[in-house]
Every structure is written in structure tokens, then in C-alpha cells.
């Protein structure tokens, strides 16, 4: 039996539809994902909302992975003023310079590799943990490599998500 919305939740069943599309895009650059979520509102519990974004999030095709991605700060380099990618890579702010260093020079092989930032859901990960797995992930197809990103911004649009409507006020 489902629950009831949070009030999160329900602050965002509710928010006109240019509100809910403008905190839809904060937590996905994805113009395809964020519709498909305002298409499907209400939600019944934020469950039904990960549901959602799941399935919205597999049927992305590889342009709309790419307008996600452009919406992603490089791993060591959090958008300034931007306290969303800086609590998203805060295990990267202790890291040593030649972490940092490598990190960059990494970062820079697997933009030449794929055409796009290495993507990786930080929250929780350690500077040297984002890069063993820039490391190992820039030896994937990029067939493989796509499928890994969409697996990482599903999981960085949860945690979004999960804030958007916890959030006193969200929707906003």
C-alpha cells in the first residue's frame, strides 16, 4: 500500500508547471526526463517518482544522455557558486594536489575518448574512488560506457530528487 505524499511531494505535485519543469532541470539537464516526470505528476509517494525517473531515465536516447551530461561540472572542478555539485563532490576537497592533477589529466582522456565529462555519482565517494573508476572506466566501449553513465545519472537524479522534495518549499 503506498504511503501518502511528504509534503515535499506534494509541494510538487502541485507547483505550477513552469515551477516543477525549472526543479525538474535542477536535478536533470534532460529536457526528455524532466517531461516525462511533469507529464506523470501527481505522484502517489516519492517512490511512484523514482519509478518515474527510472523509466524515463531508460529511454533516454544518446542525445538526450548528452544534454544530461552538459548539465555535470567536471569531476574536481564543482561549478562556482554551485552548492549542489560542491556537497555532490566534497570527496574531492581534501584530496592531495597529484590526486587532483591526475584527476584532471583523466578527465581530460576520457573527454577526448567519449565526447563528454566523466560522469559518476560522487555523493559519498572519495577523491581516490572517483579516480580508480575514472581509471578503470576509460577502457569501456562507448557502448558500454553510455549505459554506465545512464546508470550513474539515475542514481544522481534520485539523490536530487529525494532533496527536491524533502526540502521545506520545494518544487522551487
Same mark, same amino acid.
Given at each position: 500500500?503506498?504511503?501518502? /505524499?511528504?509534503?515535499?511531494?506534494?509541494?510538487?505535485?502541485? $507547483?505550477?508547471?513552469?515551477? +516543477?519543469?525549472?526543479?525538474? &532541470?535542477?536535478?536533470?539537464?534532460?529536457? +526528455?526526463?524532466?517531461?516525462?516526470?511533469?507529464?506523470?505528476?501527481?505522484?502517489?509517494?516519492?517512490?511512484?517518482?523514482? %519509478?518515474?525517473?527510472? $523509466?524515463?531515465?531508460?529511454?533516454?536516447?544518446? %542525445?538526450?544522455?548528452?544534454? +544530461?551530461?552538459? =548539465? &555535470?561540472?567536471?569531476? =574536481?572542478? /564543482?561549478?562556482?557558486?554551485?552548492?549542489?555539485?560542491? !556537497?555532490? *563532490?566534497?570527496?574531492?576537497?581534501?584530496?592531495?594536489?597529484?590526486?587532483?592533477?591526475?584527476?584532471?589529466?583523466?578527465?581530460?582522456?576520457? *573527454?577526448? !575518448?567519449? =565526447? &563528454?565529462?566523466?560522469?559518476?555519482?560522487?555523493?559519498?565517494?572519495?577523491?581516490? *574512488?572517483?579516480?580508480?573508476?575514472? !581509471?578503470?572506466?576509460?577502457?569501456?566501449? /562507448?557502448?558500454?560506457?553510455?549505459?554506465?553513465?545512464?546508470?550513474?545519472?539515475?542514481?544522481?537524479? !534520485?539523490?536530487?530528487?529525494?532533496?527536491?522534495?524533502?526540502?521545506?518549499?520545494?518544487?522551487?
Amino acid at each position: 500500500m503506498p504511503s501518502s /505524499p511528504t509534503p515535499g511531494l506534494a509541494r510538487f505535485n502541485t $507547483a505550477d508547471d513552469s515551477e +516543477a519543469t525549472a526543479a525538474l &532541470h535542477e536535478a536533470c539537464a534532460s529536457t +526528455a526526463w524532466g517531461a516525462k516526470l511533469l507529464a506523470l505528476r501527481p505522484y502517489a509517494d516519492v517512490d511512484a517518482l523514482f %519509478a518515474a525517473s527510472d $523509466a524515463a531515465m531508460a529511454e533516454l536516447t544518446a %542525445a538526450d544522455l548528452a544534454e +544530461a551530461m552538459a =548539465g &555535470h561540472p567536471p569531476i =574536481g572542478r /564543482p561549478k562556482p557558486g554551485d552548492p549542489t555539485s560542491a !556537497r555532490e *563532490q566534497r570527496g574531492m576537497a581534501d584530496a592531495s594536489e597529484a590526486l587532483k592533477a591526475e584527476l584532471l589529466e583523466l578527465n581530460l582522456a576520457y *573527454q577526448d !575518448r567519449f =565526447g &563528454h565529462v566523466f560522469l559518476i555519482c560522487a555523493t559519498g565517494r572519495t577523491g581516490e *574512488q572517483m579516480l580508480e573508476a575514472v !581509471r578503470t572506466r576509460i577502457g569501456n566501449t /562507448p557502448d558500454r560506457e553510455r549505459e554506465i553513465v545512464r546508470a550513474e545519472l539515475g542514481k544522481i537524479n !534520485r539523490i536530487r530528487l529525494t532533496r527536491l522534495v524533502a526540502e521545506e518549499g520545494a518544487a522551487a
